[in-house]
């Protein structure tokens, strides 16, 4: 899978189509294989500079995904370009249809207690072919009886919403623990269970999805400040080349 990445500031990203992808994650999960997706954004990318540990985690990801279209506008302008963007919040969506498709287990771990709740509802309710073998909010301190749970439901799912890069230190960690597909989600679960909108299609058309969280959450601001530090980056790798 590794051969076909394209390096962007050091993370390197797997270059296929969402459609491709499909394709691998259902050969994935027909064959109950063990894989470790990344969905890697600007503000992944500048923390995976800044820390090589979690760089190394990042790269030997079976898959590294561009969700942002910072990743996407980067790697045409280093002449490298990627196929699409590839939504973390898609794929999430995606898995999950699958494994009502296919009636497989799936774990929920992360978030506030109140969304993960919302978001087990909302499986149970949408997704009724969908084995819900367990969830647990992010709000722990031992990792212990999360990971004994993981390990004696074998879910072939196992969605992590701890936030970057906690969840993928966390998968990293135990993914030996169940033959599934780990991935972090970062924040899709307040997403995908309604406690906040994602944004409309029109910004999401435009690649203004970012715009449209910083207007609606101003407490972002931030950590938007990522995109253009980012960009600066990129343009002096540009120039380097």
Do not use: C
Not at 10 to 24: A, I, L
Not at 130 to 149: N, Q, S
């Amino acid at each position: 899978m590794h051969k076909n990445r394209v390096d962007i500031l050091g993370t390197e990203f797997d270059n296929f189509t969402e459609k491709q992808f499909h394709k691998y994650l259902d050969y994935d999960l027909d064959t109950k294989a063990n894989k470790f997706i990344v969905t890697a954004n600007p503000e992944i990318v500048l923390s995976a500079r800044k820390d090589s540990k979690f760089l190394k985690i990042i790269n030997n990801a079976d898959y590294v995904i561009p969700d942002g279209i910072g990743i996407i506008k980067g790697a045409k302008s280093l002449g490298t370009p990627l196929h699409e963007r590839i939504t973390g919040f898609d794929t999430l969506k995606y898995l999950i249809e699958a494994a009502d498709r296919k009636q497989l287990k799936v774990y929920l771990l992360g978030a506030k207690p109140e969304v993960i709740k919302a978001t087990a509802d909302k499986i149970e309710k949408d997704y009724p072919q969908v084995d819900l073998v367990g969830y647990h909010d992010g709000y722990f301190k031992d990792d212990a009886p999360i990971v004994d749970e993981i390990a004696e439901k074998k879910p072939n799912i196992i969605l992590v919403a701890l936030g970057y890069s906690k969840q993928e230190y966390f998968i990293e960690k135990y993914r030996q623990k169940a033959d599934a597909i780990w991935i972090g989600v970062g924040g899709s679960f307040d997403v995908f269970s309604g406690t906040k909108k994602r944004a409309p299609k029109v910004f999401q058309k435009l690649s203004l999805e970012w715009f449209y969280r910083l207007i609606t959450e101003p407490t972002r601001f931030g950590r938007m400040l990522a995109i253009p530090k980012y960009m600066k980056l990129i343009k002096q790798e540009k120039n380097r080349k």
